[in-house]
């Protein structure tokens, strides 16, 4: 171990054991240049202070923390940093309810409903709607907001049906249950509104500004690929739905060019029956075979708690492989705190049908053979800190199991999961949260770079793709460096 | 990895991972019998209804899921179980707080003094004692009580000046410091009581009954060695102390053949300074020499977070060694969430000073390289569950750094640390919790089996006492069985 001299161990054999143990973290072996060593001992120097502070701030829920972090200097930092790519968003919650409300809902033709379980539905339509089974009476929302005395309480009520944002995030989701259940309710509502055509449209070019503007590059989105809809009616299929993304974001790219791109990873809800998810994974190998440079991969998605086993699904997550195709998945997996429940068992599946990524792997810490195997096999985690904490999986972030995975070097990246829920916007605030509570003092300017290169690098991105982004990546660091160093 | 045939993985190869998986926790090499696994499905039935009650008592605070677990038939099964040593209990805090004032207060020439700072001294004396710097008057108790109408009331607030106990602890308690605060000041206030020569021969037998009672069969207790004082004000030598401590435990085991005995780790407070240190320090190894039967070895205690680290009393721990002694240390390290602090380093510097067993070890998990030495070292982490939750270093126990440690099959014990001031007694609260909790429905009788017997092999024992116990304690436990199964 360490020579022990007259009871004294070596302090240079010490220290060389401390530097062994820190080079095996994330971004351990980076060697760091002069000015990023100069942005370095800034960076530890704020969040010492930020850590002898009367508040923690990823020790509070997020909620409470939010106001704190916006006012981190730590936090304006990794607002500028170039972050590389974000891989695990939801398409139904990827623009703040700021600019749904604000925006979408003032639009001519849009009609609400209120349903009996309290909640509310949109609907844009040019006639008034025919009633439906959850909803009796649509109300056109222009008409309403004029009878109304209190537009801004109005608005604000609004808002609340589509984020978990609150307050008193204790008292009103006490538990897992809860918040799910208000989770998926927020889903649904805002489903009214962004799967009308033309709203899709300045949705996902809305969504991408929002992510550019926080110093990403480039996005995989899990998308459900539900069909859109216009005034009279009409439905379109799904394909529309796919080319709308592709046309807007290849729009958006023209207006940013050193924005990269988008790609969709098709999801299907785990609350479908195995039929279902076979028809699902059969639709998305032949949307990958038409639109290879958009369809990244398929995920099975919705709460794993709560709901079936990916091995379950075992005959359609085979059917790729029967059919001779490369449908690459990327499982959300161990979400999950039962551990030694068959949902605790997710990860391995996933790993056994050849994930490219784990999306949370929260429970995978405590899974030293399938740890080993996602290490072997190079397949990242995607940690959403944030999202972790809102849905009750963690109160204080400092005990997130990826302290374990952070400190062992495992393959991550960071992630917003559902930004519009968790009120957050683009990945600083959970790109704060991995890096102050997380990754604790211990973390540096190396775990940073290097969990913004993984994103790149553990990208679904063909190579010649990988490398454009990390060169243009590269630049903004180096620019960033020398700016704030 | 697996053979995947036809895009399908081979259910009995995976079940072969699962199984190799399940084989690296805690216990998972244990080859159950018979009765045994009888036993095990019917904890396993019980945890899986626990599991799936509305309030899941290893996710609640302690002093609110206490109630809980009383009524929990795993909890019964447990308090049955010979759970073999407890190897990490303080002296201050061994026996329950009804005890200390239902009887210990109601002797005769109990004096008690009211501070500015709104807790309590006690002192036995044959006459008014003096005024002191933090107690200008005394009072006699029996006369107080006496005027007091309601004896019930008052007794109940001295207790509350002994323990941390309470029905609201979110709002007494909002933060560590204010916790480690009331903490240090309840052991000042028991100090009165216990330091009395004839209390403590009562309170160590006690303690030794509340131990037996829980179906412990030895104890290591970690003791400042405080010195005891007589009703005339006579102040005895530490060395009484011990003397006092081992007549006990030997009148005790006259009483109870089927307990083992107990040893003493001496422990000084790291808020002395280093000259201090070494001095204690070769008073112990003097005291191993004369005592070595009761003596077991060394440890600095008292808030790692605030005080200092092991590195900094490096030339006290060096000391041992240079003169030649064998003194074992049993040091605390790493009770913190500090990550990366110079406290978050005890842990490497516990084990470079050739530490037998580590207290705490909370950051362990998140600590590869020492994880590593602990290990091959065979350096057992003495994991006190209730403790951390109490001393907020985790909410819901689920997240415990231990999840990792147990997956992984780590030299582990389980033990209280300090019983009256969480309101245990015992080691079957916090097997409740390392059961339930840390080991999810993963943990199973051999997990059980495996920590109890871990207790004996990672004591301090020489062999022969080593394999008596453990024989005393194999023929318990497949009495436990044979009955419970
Ligand atoms: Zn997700
Ligand atoms: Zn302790």
């Keep these: 171990l360490v020579r022990v001299t007259f009871g004294m161990p070596d302090p240079a054999k010490r220290d060389q054991l401390r530097r062994d143990e820190a080079s095996q973290q994330t ?28 508040q923690f701030p990823p020790a509070l829920h997020f909620f409470k923390a939010k106001r704190l972090i916006e006012k981190s200097p730590v936090y304006k930092i990794l607002q500028k940093m170039p972050k590389g790519a974000a891989l695990h968003i939801h398409s139904t919650s990827m623009v703040s309810v700021e600019w749904l409300v604000k925006n979408v809902t003032y639009r001519p033709h849009c009609y609400i409903c209120f349903t009996w379980d309290n909640s509310v539905r949109f609907l844009f339509s040019d006639r008034q709607p025919f009633p439906r089974w959850d909803c009796f009476y649509w109300q056109l929302l222009e008409t309403l907001r004029a009878r109304l005395g209190d537009p801004t309480g109005f608005d604000y009520s609004l808002m609340q049906h589509l984020t978990l944002f609150t307050e008193s995030p204790e008292s009103e989701y006490p538990t897992q249950d809860i918040v799910w259940e208000k989770f998926e309710k927020a889903f649904i509502v805002a489903a009214g509104l962004i799967s009308h055509a033309p709203v899709l449209k300045d949705y996902v070019y809305k969504g991408l500004q929002e992510l550019y503007y926080d110093n990403i590059m480039y996005l995989e989105l899990r998308c459900g690929l539900s069909r859109t809809y216009e005034l009279d009616g009409t439905i379109h299929d799904k394909v529309l739905t796919l080319k709308i993304f592709h046309e807007v974001t290849q729009k958006f790219v023209q207006d ?108 995978l810490a405590h899974h030293p053979l399938a740890k080993e195997l996602s290490r072997k096999g190079n397949i990242a985690v995607e940690l959403c800190p944030i999202s972790n904490q809102v849905l009750k999986l963690v109160s204080d972030l400092r005990n997130h199991p990826a302290v374990v995975l952070m400190s062992e070097g495992h393959p991550l ?33 190396g775990t940073l770079k290097e969990l913004a290169s993984n994103s790149i690098r553990y990208s679904s991105l063909p190579a010649n793709l990988k490398n454009k982004l990390y060169g243009m990546w590269l630049k903004k660091w180096d620019l960033f460096v020398a700016k704030n160093s």
Excluded at 32 to 52: P, Y
Excluded at 439 to 445: D, M, P
């Design 27 to 54: 971004g351990g072996r980076i060697t760091l240049t002069v000015a990023e060593q100069k942005l370095d001992s800034h960076l530890r120097k704020l969040k010492l202070q930020e850590m002898s502070a009367a």
């Design 256 to 363: 940013y060019p050193d924005f990269l791109g988008a790609r969709i990873i098709i999801s299907a809800h785990r609350a479908l029956g195995v039929s279902e998810v076979k028809a699902a994974v059969k639709e998305a190998i032949q949307l990958q075979k038409d639109f290879p440079d958009v369809v990244a991969g398929f995920d099975i998605v919705g709460r794993e708690d709560d709901g079936k086993t990916l091995w379950f699904f075992r005959e359609a997550l085979s059917l790729p492989a029967q059919l001779g195709s490369m449908l690459p998945f990327f499982f959300h997996a161990g979400e999950t705190d039962d551990e030694g429940s068959d949902v605790d068992q997710n990860i391995l599946d996933a790993l056994l049908f050849n994930t490219s990524r784990i999306g949370h792997g929260y429970a």
């Design 413 to 445: 990246v960071i992630s917003s999961d559902d930004p519009s829920l968790f009120g957050t916007s683009g990945l600083s605030y959970d790109f704060y949260q991995a890096f102050v509570g997380i990754g604790g003092l211990k973390a540096n300017l």
